[in-house]
C-alpha cells in the first residue's frame, strides 16, 4: 500500500519565488528521502534526513520532518526554470532496503 | 560513463508476446530493484535483489520473471504481456544498507497493444 500522500499534487511559482511541498505517510520510518523526476528521465536523489533527525540542508533545499505528525516538507528556495520537475518523497521502513513513494507533486517554475 | 542503464528505452508490442528488459550497473552495488511507474506516476517496487538472491517480491503476477546473472545485471522478463502492463518500467541499484540512496536508470516505456 502506498505510504506517502504529497501535497499539492501540482504547484506553478514564477522564477526566483519558494516551492514548498509535503509529504505525509503512514508508519514508523528509519529515513525519508526525497527524489526529483525531470520528465521522460529516471528519479534523482535529493538529500535524505534520519528519523532523529527535524530539519537538513543541501544548497537551494530544505527538508525538515516531524514523526509525531507523520510528515516531512521540502522546500526550494529562489527557484528556478531548470527546476521544473515532479518531486517524490520516498520512505525507508528498516525493511530490506524498500523504498515506498508518495504520489508526487509536480512542480512547473515559469520565467 | 552511465551509472544504471536500461534496454531497451522503449518497447511497443502486442498483447499476448513475451519481451525482456535488462538492467545493468557500473557502481559496484549490491542491491538492485525494479519498479513499475503508471500513468498517474505512481512508482511502485515489484523485485529487490541482494548480491544476486531475490530478497523483495511485491504481489506481482507470476508473468513477471525477474532474473540476476550476476551483482552488476538484473533483468526483467514479462511472459503473455496484458494491457496493463503498459506502464514504465525503472531499474535502480543501491548499496545493501537499509539507509542508503538508489539510483535509477533512465526507463523503459512498454506499450502494449
Known sequence: SQQ??????????????????????????????WYRQNSGRGLVHLILIRSNE???????LRVTLDTSKKSSSLLITASRAADT??????????????????????????? | DTAVSQTP???????????????????????????????KKFL??????????LIINETVPNRFSPKSPDKAHLNLHINSLELGDSAVYFCASSLPSVSDTQYFGPGTRLTVL
Not at chain 1, 527535524?54 to 537551494?60: A, N, P, T, V
Not at chain 1, 520537475?85 to 520565467?111: E, P
Open chain 1, 54 to 60: 527535524r530539519e537538513k540542508h543541501s544548497g537551494r
Open chain 1, 4 to 33: 506517502g500522500e504529497e501535497d499539492p499534487q501540482a504547484l506553478s511559482i514564477q522564477e526566483g519565488e519558494n516551492a514548498t511541498m509535503n509529504c505525509s505517510y503512514k508508519t514508523s520510518i528509519n529515513n525519508l528521502q
Open chain 1, 85 to 111: 520537475a515532479s518531486y517524490f518523497c520516498a520512505t525507508d521502513t528498516g525493511t530490506a532496503s524498500k523504498l515506498t513513494f508518495g504520489t508526487g507533486t509536480r512542480l512547473q517554475v515559469t520565467l
Open chain 2, 9 to 39: 528505452k522503449y518497447l511497443v508490442t502486442q498483447m499476448g508476446n513475451d519481451k525482456s528488459i535488462k538492467c545493468e550497473q557500473n557502481l559496484g552495488h549490491d542491491t538492485m530493484y525494479w519498479y513499475k511507474q503508471d500513468s
Open chain 2, 44 to 53: 511502485k517496487i515489484m523485485f529487490s535483489y541482494n548480491n544476486k538472491e
